[in-house]
């Protein structure tokens, strides 16, 4: 494979300016994909920044694979606790374990064999191939789509079709080195084409980019409806201890603890006199009334928290936010 003379571009960039980020670190081939593994589940909906220090904090406490495997499902979503996406943490489990009774404890080199594995979808599978096994794949994450939405100017809804962006990615061609590559490519979208300013003038690509020739840095990107629900939270509560319950009943927030709530009409939320909340989820915004009775009621699957314990729970931000909107 001749490495081009954009890769060759993009990689010596990357030599210079690359993060140095805690999965990256030089290791034996085991560690290589297992950090791989755990930082692409974290990955999948945060940003760098905000997972480096859980990253670090569970690698700590599940140095390997078998320890990820043979740890309680508590223990594991502590350890995740403040990531939100609680069912990445509960597929990494469950990835770890297949991983070893199924595949040696080895990440699979087959795209299939990959996809296989729980929470592991077209794009994790094709960041695994190319950032531990060295296969010559881009995943095409914002970063990237970004980068080629510039390069071409991509505008019109046909030009920044998914269709369309996966062919334009034939730009970048390939490397050897496809791990460095790949991650070359994203990093150059996450420090130097950024959304709003890009910093064209460290960046590798200018000679190839209509953007930097034109000048418009305007990004085309497909409306995403962010619907707004409303819900009604009722707070029993008696001598510092809250009613919880396990959310059976939502699509969102599955199997985690949340108040007791209903989905209710917006005519309701406008004319109700209790304190109203909003909260902003990745694809909804609630707007949440709380109701708060001084007792306690008796419901299926739930539990009653001491406030003094809050810490000790696994408990989703969400439900944080409720609890620090009634405190003040
Ligand atoms: S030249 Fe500017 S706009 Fe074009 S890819 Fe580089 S940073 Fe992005």
């Not at 980019?209 to 409806?225: E, G, H, P, V, Y």
Request: aromatic share 12%.
């Amino acid at each position: 494979m001749r490495e081009s003379n954009i890769s060759n571009k993009i990689l010596k960039w990357y030599d210079n300016n690359k993060r140095k980020l805690p999965w990256r670190k030089k290791t034996s081939t085991k560690n290589r994909e297992y950090f791989t593994l755990v930082s692409e589940f974290m990955l999948q909906q945060t940003q760098v920044k905000t997972v480096i220090p859980y990253f670090e904090n569970f690698i700590k406490n599940f140095p390997n694979l078998k320890s990820l495997a043979t740890s309680s499902e508590q223990k594991v979503l502590k350890y995740w606790e403040g990531l939100g996406y609680y069912s990445r943490a509960r597929n990494l489990k469950k990835t770890a374990i297949k991983l070893l009774k199924e595949f040696e404890g080895k990440l699979p080199k087959d795209i299939e064999k990959l996809k296989s594995l729980p929470g592991i979808g077209e794009y994790t599978s094709r960041s695994i191939l190319a950032i531990a096994h060295n296969k010559p794949y881009i995943p095409m994450d914002g970063n990237v789509e970004r980068i080629l939405k510039r390069i071409f100017l991509l505008k019109t809804n046909d030009e920044i079709s998914k269709d369309n962006l996966y062919k334009k990615k034939s730009f970048f061609g390939f490397s050897k080195r496809s791990s460095d590559y790949a991650q070359a490519i994203m990093e150059i979208g996450a420090l130097i084409c950024k959304p709003s300013l890009p910093s064209c003038t460290s960046c590798p690509l200018t000679d190839n980019c209509k953007a930097f020739k034109r000048k418009d840095f305007l990004i085309r990107s497909k409306n995403k409806l962010n619907k707004t629900k409303y819900f009604e939270a009722s707070i029993y509560s008696y001598k510092n201890k809250f009613l919880l319950v396990k959310n059976k009943k939502f699509n969102f927030l599955k199997n985690l603890v949340i108040f007791p709530m209903i989905e209710i009409n917006q005519k309701k939320f406008q004319y109700s006199v209790y304190k109203k909340i909003n909260v902003k989820m990745s694809n909804m915004n609630m707007k949440i009334i709380i109701n708060k009775n001084n007792k306690i009621k008796k419901i299926k699957d739930s539990l009653l928290l001491d406030k003094s314990n809050i810490n000790k729970y696994i408990l989703p931000s969400f439900t944080k936010k409720i609890f620090n909107s009634i405190s003040q």
